[in-house]
C-alpha cells in the first residue's frame, strides 16, 4: 500500500499489486488477512480488518466488497477497479502460516473472500461482555473465519466446522437458543439478558485477556499481571480493586464525548476521536520512551498518581491518601539534587525529579503463586500457538518477576522501567546489490541489515523440523547451534534471491525497549526509602544497583565472538556506539543515548564443546586471553549474554554532552564503503541555525560526497564551509563570517566527525565533586547520605552603631548551616521601603549570606537574615543597628563680636558635611527657619534675631538652645544642638 | 417524647433513601433482534452469523465509534501522521529509529519496520 500519495494517481491508502502469486509470496511475510488471523486476537475489529483504509473514513470499501467494487486508485486510476483473487494485494492475500487448509504448506499464499469468511466488524462484546470467550474467538480466527467471531466470542453460537474456503464457511454459526430469546420469528438478546451480561463500563477480566493474562502483552513487556482466579493477596497491585478503568476511565475534566446536548440526536452524541480528543477509548497514558501508540491523545483525560493523591479533583479520586506528609518526613521534598542537570546546584526534591512509580512499582515477592512475566521474545521460531514469534516457553520467561526491574529518564523523571528484549534473525550484508550485498527481505531497497521475512524463517525452520531455538535447545544453546541455523538461512536467502552462494550473511540481534511500569503498584510499607535513604544510597541496595536479567531465567545462549553470529543491534550517538537498547533510551538530559550491550560478553567455551576459536577483529592476538570465564580451556573463544545492571540504563558509562562550538572541525578518515545513502550531516551554527543534508546515494570518494551534499551546504551560503580534510581522505567543517559551528548527532561518526558533535562533560555533584562516568557517580550515590539538618540564622561580626552614610557588610554564619544541605541567605532592613514605581524590584531584600549595606539615615533601624532551607521552612534572626551622626559633629556658634540681645546677630554652622541641600535651624527661641546654601560649603552663616522673651533669661544671659538638622535631599545627614549665649 | 422524636428520625430518614432510590432508574436495556451484515433479521433456525455493526448499530453509532476508538486503528494513527516518527524530530521523544541507511523507514510495528 502507498500510504501517502500513490505515484500514478496521487490518491493516499491505494493497496499494492504484487502481481504474481510468485512475488506475493516472496516479498510479503503478514499481509493485513495475515493479521486477521494472528494479531487481531487483541484486536476488536473495524479499522484495517473490516475496511481497506481511506483518508476519507466514509470512501473506505468494505473488504467483503473490494472483490465488486471499485477500490479508488486501485488499478492505476482515481475511480479505481474491483480487487479480485487475479490481484494479489495485501487485503486479499495471506501467507498461510496457520496451515486453514490442512495440506501442510505454510508458505504458500492464500486467498481470503471475504464474502465467503466475513469481515471483522468491531465486536461491542469483546471488551462489554464479561465472560466473553476469548480462546474460543482465538481458535475460530486462526481458520479464516472472521464473520462467526462475534456470535462464538460472546458464547450464543458454536462453530458449524465448515471447511476454510466453503460457501458461508466464516458467516455460518450454529446458534446456542438457550441464550437467546428464540419464542418470536427472530432470534433476540431479551432485555433481561442484556441487562445482567452487559456492561458499561468494560470489566477489567476483559481487558485483563489482552493486556494483563499470562502471556499477553503486559505481561510480556514487563510482567504486569492480575491476579489469577481465586488468587486473593493483591499485595502486589494495591489498585486491583479499582479495576482497570479506576485510572483508565476518563478524569471529568471534559464530558464524556458520547453524552451531547440532545439525548436523543446521534450526531450529537459522539465527539470524534482527533488530535487532543478521545472517541470512543479509555484514556491512556503516556510515560514510554518507546510506544507503538505515541501520539497527541496520550494522556489525554488520564488520571494520574497525582489526580487522585495529590489533586483529587480529576473525577473519583476514591478517598486516595495525600502522601504530602508521609514524603515530606521522610525528607523527599528537601531540595538535595539536580534532576535533569549536572552543574552542582541543587534544585529538586526527590519528588520533583521522581515519577510515583520509581518507588512504588515495586513487584512484591509473587514467587510463591508464579508470577512469570516480561520473557525474552525469541523471534527465532514459531510457539506452540503457531504465532511466529515464541515468550512463552519455559526457557526465555522469567519465573519470579519479584523486584525485576529497572529505572529510567523519561521527560526529566526517573521512572520504573523493565526491559524488554527480542532475539531476531537479520542480515549483516548490508551492502547495495551492486557490491555484492543482498535484500534480505525482498523489499527493493538493498540497505539496512534487513531482518528476514518471518514466513522465511518459518520456511526454512518446517524444511529443518525447527521450532524457536530455545525451545528446540532447551535453553541451552551454543555456537554449532546458531551455525546450523545460520548456514541454513543463508542457503536459503542465497537460493531466493539468486545470488551466489555466501552472499548471505545471517546473523542474529538481541534488540531492548525500555517499557514503563507504571502498574504493580506496591504498598506504602513496601515502597523504596521506607527505612530510609539507605533503602537506595547504599552499594547493596537493589535500586540502581543490581542487575535485571532480559534473556529468561533458564536460557543459556554462547555464539560465536564478535560479530561472526551476533551484531548489535544498531548504533548510536551519531552511529559513534554500538547499542543492543532502543535509542530513545536517553540519559537524564535526554541528550545522548545510552549505549548499551550486553551481549557481547566473553565466554568460555567448555573444550568438549569448543567449536570456534579464531582472532576475529584479525590484530593477531587470541581474542581473549584472560580466562574471563575459565571454565574450559582458558580462552575465552565465544560470547554470551549477561544481565543488564540498572545502572546501565540510567548513566552513559562516560558522561558526554554536546561538543563545544568552534571555528573548524576537521574530520577524520572516511569509510566510502558503498552504503553511504542516507548519511545525514547536521551542522549547527552559532547563530542559531542548524542546516540537514542526506547523502541520496551511495559515494565512491570525498569529491563524490561534496558534489552530493552540494553547493549551499558546502561553499559559506548557509555560514559555513565543507571541504576536503588535509589528507584528503575526509571532510572538514568551517565557519565562515565569524560564524562557529559544530554538528548535531546524524551520522556524525560515519563522517569521521563525532568529535564535532560530542565531548566528555563531566558532571558536577551537589557537593563540588565531579564525576566522568557511571561508575563514579554509582560510587558517589551509594556513598552514606543523611537527610539535610533545619537552617538556622545566625549574624556575625554586625556593629550595634555605625555611622550614617558607611557601608557595612552583613555576614551570615555559613558555617551553622554546613549541614543543612542547600540553603539561601537574603537581608532586610526597615530603613528602606519598596518602592512603588517598580513593582518588579523588592529594593529592600539583599540577596546573599554576605553583603554590603549603607545606611543612609540617622535612626535606629532593625537588620534581619532570612535563612530558607532545604525544606522549604523560613528561619530569621534580627539586630538593632544605631545609624549616628558622623563626628565631629557639625559646630553651632555666634559670630563675634555679638550684638546685644534683641538686635541682630550672625550665627555660624560650620564642619558641615560633603554633600548637604538644606539646613534645618530650630533656634531655641521658639522660631525655626530652613537654609539652602548652594554647593554644599562647610561653613554657613546665618543671621537671626532672637527673641528676648523672659523665658530665656538666666539672670546673666539670654541662653538658646539651637539645633541643626542637616539634609541631603531626602536624607537626614547630620545633626547637632548647642547652647547660644547673649548678654543682654 | 424524646423516643418518639428519634423513631420519627429513623422513619424519615428510611424514607428519604426509598425515595432517593425511587429516583435512581436502572436503565433497562431492551430486547436486541440480531441482524446479518445486510441488515436483515435472524429468523429462529437460521444460521447467520450476527453482525454488531448492524445489531448494535441500530441504536448505537457504531462508525463513530469504529472510525474513531485506537483500539481499532492498528496504526492508522500513524498513517495519518499523528505519530511524527522522523529521525530529525525537534522533539527528541518522538525522533525515530532509523535503520542504518533507511532512513526513510520511520513507521513503528505494524505500519512497518523498524
Known amino acids: 500500500m502507498n500510504s501517502v500519495n500513490d505515484p500514478t494517481t496521487g490518491l493516499d491508502c491505494v493497496p499494492f499489486n504484487y502481481g504474481t502469486e510468485a512475488d506475493f509470496v516472496k516479498k510479503v511475510d503478514l499481509s493485513v488477512a495475515g493479521q486477521l488471523m494472528d494479531c487481531a486476537e487483541c484486536h476488536v475489529g473495524g479499522g484495517a480488518m473490516e475496511y481497506i483504509p481511506n483518508t476519507d473514513l466514509n470512501a473506505r470499501i468494505r473488504l467483503d466488497e473490494m472483490a465488486t467494487t471499485n477500490v479508488p486508485g486501485f488499478g492505476g486510476t482515481v ?149 489469577p482466579d481465586g488468587q486473593v493477596d493483591f499485595q502486589y497491585e494495591v489498585h486491583y480493586n479499582l479495576g482497570c478503568m479506576g485510572c483508565h476511565q476518563r478524569d471529568a475534566a471534559e464530558q464524556l464525548s458520547w453524552q451531547g446536548q440532545d439525548a436523543t440526536s446521534l450526531a450529537e452524541n459522539y465527539s470524534p476521536m482527533a488530535a487532543g480528543s478521545l472517541g470512543h477509548d479509555p484514556a491512556k497514558g503516556m510515560y514510554a520512551q518507546y510506544s507503538g501508540l505515541f501520539n497527541m491523545n496520550d494522556n489525554v483525560q488520564f488520571k494520574d498518581c497525582v489526580d487522585c493523591h495529590s489533586n483529587g479533583t480529576a473525577g473519583q479520586s476514591y478517598g486516595a491518601p495525600n502522601p504530602a506528609a508521609a514524603h515530606a518526613a521522610a525528607g523527599l521534598t528537601a531540595v538535595v539534587a539536580q534532576g535533569p542537570t549536572a552543574d552542582g546546584v541543587a534544585k529538586a526534591s526527590h519528588i520533583d525529579f521522581m515519577h510515583c512509580s520509581a518507588c512504588h512499582s515495586r513487584k512484591a515477592n509473587s514467587y510463591d503463586w508464579g508470577n512469570t512475566g516480561n520473557p525474552l521474545i525469541d523471534a527465532t521460531g514459531k510457539d506452540e500457538e503457531g504465532r ?3 515468550h512463552e516457553n519455559d526457557y526465555v520467561l522469567k519465573e519470579d518477576m519479584t523486584d525485576n526491574t529497572g529505572l529510567g529518564w ?242 552513559e558509562t562516560t558522561f558526554m554532552g554536546a561538543a563545544d562550538y568552534a571555528a573548524e572541525y576537521e574530520g577524520g578518515t572516511i569509510d566510502f564503503s558503498g552504503f553511504e545513502k542516507g548519511w545525514q550531516l547536521i551542522v549547527q551554527v552559532n547563530d542559531g541555525t542548524e542546516r540537514l543534508k542526506m547523502v541520496s546515494t551511495d559515494i565512491a570518494d570525498v569529491a563524490g560526497l561534496l558534489a552530493n551534499l552540494g553547493t549551499n551546504m558546502t561553499d559559506g551560503t548557509f555560514g559555513f564551509t565543507i571541504t576536503a580534510n588535509t589528507a584528503g581522505d575526509g571532510i572538514k567543517v568551517t565557519g565562515t563570517g565569524g560564524n562557529l559551528i559544530r554538528l548535531r548527532a546524524g551520522n556524525a561518526a560515519s563522517f569521521g566527525l563525532t568529535h564535532a558533535a560530542y565531548k566528555n562533560t563531566p558532571w558536577t555533584a551537589v557537593d563540588g565533586r565531579t564525576f566522568n562516568g557511571r561508575a563514579d557517580w554509582v560510587a558517589y550515590l551509594n556513598e552514606p547520605k543523611a537527610l539535610p539538618a533545619a537552617g538556622e540564622a545566625i549574624i556575625v561580626g554586625l556593629p550595634a552603631t555605625v555611622e550614617v552614610g558607611s557601608t557595612v557588610t552583613l555576614t551570615a554564619d555559613e558555617t551553622a548551616n554546613d549541614d543543612a544541605g542547600s540553603v539561601s541567605y537574603s537581608w532586610i532592613c526597615n530603613d528602606t ?42 528561619i530569621t534572626v534580627s539586630q538593632v543597628v544605631q545609624v549616628t551622626a558622623p563626628a565631629p559633629a ?89 547652647y547660644l549665649f547673649i548678654a543682654p | 417524647m424524646k423516643k418518639h422524636y428519634k ?70 494513527n500513524e498513517l495519518k501522521g499523528w505519530m511524527a516518527y522522523n529521525p530529525n524530530s525537534p522533539d527528541k521523544y518522538k525522533a525515530g529509529v532509523a535503520a542504518k541507511g533507511k532512513s526513510w523507514v520511520q513507521t513503528p510495528g505494524h505500519v512497518g519496520k523498524w
Open chain 2, 7 to 76: 423513631v420519627h428520625i429513623a422513619l424519615m430518614t428510611c424514607l428519604a433513601i426509598l425515595l432517593g432510590m425511587a429516583g435512581v432508574t436502572f436503565a433497562a436495556h431492551p430486547p436486541v433482534t440480531l441482524k446479518d451484515v445486510g441488515n436483515q433479521p435472524i429468523a429462529v433456525g437460521s444460521d447467520a452469523a450476527y453482525s454488531p455493526k448492524q445489531t448494535c448499530g441500530g441504536c448505537h453509532d457504531y462508525d463513530s465509534i469504529e472510525q474513531h476508538s485506537y483500539h481499532a486503528l492498528l496504526g492508522s
Open chain 1, 890 to 978: 557639625a559646630d553651632i556658634a555666634l559670630v563675634l563680636p555679638a550684638a546685644p540681645a534683641g538686635t541682630g546677630n550672625t550665627v555660624r554652622f560650620s564642619n558641615l558635611p560633603a554633600s548637604y541641600t538644606m539646613l534645618y535651624i530650630i533656634w531655641g527661641d521658639g522660631s525655626r527657619q530652613k537654609v539652602y546654601p548652594t554647593g554644599s560649603p562647610a561653613s554657613v552663616d546665618v543671621d537671626h534675631t532672637f527673641s528676648t522673651s523672659s523665658r530665656y533669661f538666666n539672670g546673666t544671659d539670654y541662653r538658646y538652645l539651637s539645633t541643626v538638622y542637616v539634609y541631603n535631599g531626602g536624607a537626614r545627614v547630620d545633626i547637632n544642638r548647642e
Open chain 1, 388 to 390: 511466529l514469534t515464541d
Open chain 1, 833 to 874: 521601603t519598596d518602592d512603588p514605581e517598580t513593582p518588579d524590584v523588592n529594593e529592600g531584600i539583599l540577596d546573599g549570606p554576605v553583603v554590603d549595606k549603607t545606611f543612609s539615615k540617622i535612626g535606629t533601624w532593625t537588620v534581619t537574615l532570612r535563612v530558607v532551607d532545604a525544606y522549604g521552612d523560613l
Open chain 1, 410 to 651: 523519561f521527560k526529566g523523571k526517573l521512572r520504573r522501567i523493565s526491559p524488554s528484549a527480542t532475539m531476531f534473525w537479520r542480515d549483516k550484508n548490508d551492502f547495495p546489490n551492486t557490491l555484492g550485498g543482498v535484500d534480505a527481505n525482498f523489499d527493493d531497497r538493498p540497505h539496512g541489515m534487513d531482518s528476514l521475512l518471518m514466513t522465511d524463517v518459518l520456511a526454512v525452520n518446517e524444511d529443518n523440523g525447527w521450532a524457536s531455538i530455545t525451545e528446540d535447545h532447551h535453553g541451552n544453546i551454543t555456537p554449532a547451534d546458531f551455525a546450523e541455523r545460520i548456514t541454513a538461512f543463508n542457503s536459503y536467502i542465497d537460493t531466493k534471491a539468486g545470488v551466489a552462494a555466501g552472499t548471505a550473511k545471517t546473523k542474529f540481534s538481541i534488540f531492548h525497549v525500555n517499557f514503563m511500569n507504571q502498574h504493580a503498584v506496591s504498598p506504602a510499607n513496601m515502597a523504596f526509602g521506607v527505612n530510609g535513604c539507605t533503602d537506595c544510597h547504599d552499594a547493596g541496595a537493589e535500586f540502581w544497583n543490581g542487575s535485571i536479567n532480559t534473556a529468561g531465567d533458564n536460557n543459556m545462549m554462547v555464539y560465536g565472538p564478535s560479530t561472526s553470529q551476533r551484531v548489535p543491534f544498531t548504533k548510536v550517538n551519531g552511529f559513534s556506539q554500538a547499542s543492543d537498547w532502543h535509542p530513545n533510551t536517553f540519559d537524564k538530559f535526554a541528550a545522548r543515548t545510552i549505549a548499551i550491550q550486553i551481549s557481547n560478553v566473553p565466554y568460555d567455551t567448555p573444550v568438549t564443546d569448543e567449536i570456534i576459536n579464531v582472532d576475529s577483529d584479525g590484530d593477531g592476538i587470541a581474542d581473549t586471553t584472560d580466562g574471563i570465564l575459565d571454565t574450559g580451556d582458558g580462552v575465552a573463544d565465544s560470547l554470551t549474554t549477561r544481565p543488564v545492571d540498572r545502572a546501565e540504563i540510567m548513566y
Open chain 1, 79 to 227: 475511480a479505481g477497479a474491483p480487487i479480485t483473487s487475479a490481484s494479489y494485494t495485501a487485503f486479499n492475500y495471506f501467507i498461510d502460516t496457520y496451515d486453514v487448509d490442512g495440506d501442510g504448506d505454510t508458505a504458500e499464499a492464500q486467498y481470503m473472500d471475504y464474502a465467503q469468511a466475513g469481515v471483522m466488524e468491531m465486536d461491542c462484546f469483546l471488551c462489554h461482555l464479561p465472560g466473553y470467550d476469548y480462546v474460543e474467538r482465538r481458535h475460530q480466527m486462526r481458520t479464516g473465519k472472521l464473520g462467526t467471531l462475534p456470535a462464538i466470542g460472546a458464547g450464543l453460537a458454536t462453530d458449524n466446522g465448515a471447511a476454510f474456503g466453503a460457501a458461508d464457511f466464516g458467516t455460518t454459526v450454529v446458534y446456542d437458543e438457550s441464550q437467546l430469546d428464540a419464542s418470536g420469528t427472530n432470534l433476540q438478546l431479551s432485555g433481561t439478558w442484556m441487562d445482567e451480561n452487559v456492561a458499561g463500563v468494560p470489566d477489567s477480566t476483559n481487558c485483563a485477556f489482552c493486556h494483563f493474562n499470562e502471556f499477553s502483552v503486559d505481561w510480556k513487556k514487563r510482567g504486569d499481571h492480575w491476579a
